[in-house]
């Protein structure tokens, strides 16, 4: 894979549609995600006197979206993921004491109708999947699904402009050349100029420490 700059386990890698290993992920995941949901939650704030919506794209094991729920009581949550995905997320959210204010929309996050007006858009650890001019592609869509003044939360490892430190975060497009056609961790510069032209304004980025991820906020 090295040698030649693309994966070899299959043509789309992992983020072929419906992949199995989505399943296994979101089952073991949610404990190690749970303590960076929880510092994204209380790092953006929702209006509390009035109802919210908020969509977690690729929600996985949904940790991201129920924690934003659980401190917003106002906030509607919507999951979107393959539908074997969001039978876990389903049973976290239920666990979670939100199933009321829960509900999901299956498919692929580059093609399906992602609904509209939302307040708050979460993109926990999806856009290191793809090359950047998808990554703008996928944004325009998120973009014009926000209502104005709107935000998007992107938690991601962000590298150094050198893309050789920190480590943990750097090393992680080694596991993206191994495993997508042609992802990568992205840079705070790379990100600024993603959001400018899907569209997105005021763009910032917090680390969620002790952790080795960041989020990447920026407004519609």
């Avoid at 070899?8 to 073991?28: K, N, R, Y």
Wanted: net charge negative; glycine share 6%; hydrophobic share 40%.
């Amino acid at each position: 894979t090295i040698r030649t700059g693309r994966v070899h386990t299959s043509e789309h890698g992992t983020t072929a549609p419906d992949h199995p290993v989505w399943v296994d992920f979101a089952e073991a995941m949610a404990p190690m995600m749970a303590p960076i949901a929880k510092g994204a939650a209380e790092m953006v704030k929702l209006d509390p006197e009035r109802d919210t919506k908020i969509i977690d794209i690729s929600a996985s094991h949904g940790m991201f979206g129920i924690s934003f729920a659980e401190r917003n009581p106002r906030a509607h949550l919507v999951a979107l993921d393959w539908e074997p995905v969001l039978a876990v997320t389903r049973r976290n959210a239920s666990d979670s004491g939100i199933a009321d204010r829960f509900s999901t929309i299956t498919g692929d996050a580059f093609t399906t109708d992602l609904g509209s007006d939302y307040d708050l858009a979460l993109v926990p650890n999806f856009l290191h999947h793809f090359n950047f001019a998808d990554c703008v592609r996928f944004l325009k869509r998120l973009q014009a699904a926000l209502r104005p003044g709107g935000k998007v939360v992107i938690i991601e490892f962000v590298p150094n402009e050198d893309r050789i430190s920190p480590a943990a975060s750097a090393g992680f497009s080694l596991v993206m050349l191994g495993s997508t056609p042609e992802g990568d961790a992205y840079t705070q510069s790379e990100y600024h100029r993603m959001l400018a032209e899907a569209g997105f304004s005021n763009t910032e980025i917090h680390p969620i420490g002790p952790t080795p991820q960041s989020a990447v906020v920026a407004e519609a």
